[in-house]
Nanobody, 117 residues
């Protein structure tokens, strides 16, 4: 029911920055939690960052201090600011929405991030 569209991916050099955006089809006030996941080619999908309706955030250890998740409720959009990117950050990044915290969950189609010199 909730549609999510990611954008902002692309090719960036190591040490560079990107900002990913996730536009939701309804107000994110109605969604308990939103987050970003990533999937390296041939690997399982993993949590990158998460934010709930109270603004509480959670980050995977491998991005702490480098990535920041935020949301703009007026724009129904969740962002992932990625700084000091590393080649191992190369992956498809997916937006996730969890309406109640226990489901239902929704996923976007993903946006490719490639970090290479």
């Amino acid at each position: 029911q909730v549609q999510l569209v990611e954008s902002g991916g692309g090719l960036v050099q190591p040490g560079g920055s990107l900002r990913l955006s996730c536009a939701a089809s309804e107000t994110i006030f109605s969604i308990y939690a939103t987050g970003w996941y990533r999937q390296v080619s041939g690997k399982q999908r993993e949590l990158v960052a998460h934010i709930n309706t109270g603004g509480r955030t959670n980050y995977a250890d491998f991005v702490k201090g480098r990535f920041t998740i935020s949301r703009d409720n007026a724009k129904n959009t969740v962002y992932l600011q990625m700084n000091n990117l590393k080649p191992e950050d190369t992956a498809v990044y997916y937006c996730n929405a969890d309406r109640l915290g226990i489901g239902p969950e929704y996923w976007g189609q993903g946006t490719q991030v490639t970090v290479s010199s």
